[in-house]
């Protein structure tokens, strides 16, 4: 998994590429945990249009990052979602706890 990060005022977005499972979301955790204690940002958006795969680790990192957010009193958004986390995300509920937007979406 490849993890592009960059800052807009006060959102924190996060690109992720390739594939999300237990293998790849071990460090990108921390990393990811670190940006947002540092940057304390009010929105975090995670864009996953380019995931080629995600398994419940990947889920777990995603469901994880809103926790973070959620205690910093922050929002967070998924941008974009490929097809299969789209999936994966609705299969587990998750779309109930956090936004799922696209980019042609204007009413965020």
Known sequence: MDLTVWNEKDKLFLRLSGEIDHH???DTR????D???KNRPKTLIMDLSSIDFM???GLG???GRLRKMNDIKGNMLILNPAKRAEEMLKMAGADKL???MRSD???A
């Open 24 to 26: 790849a979301v071990k």
């Open 30 to 33: 921390k990393e990811v945990d």
């Open 35 to 37: 940006l947002i204690a």
């Open 55 to 57: 398994d419940s680790s």
């Open 61 to 63: 990192f995603v469901l």
């Open 98 to 100: 956090v936004k799922i």
């Open 105 to 107: 979406d204007h009413s």
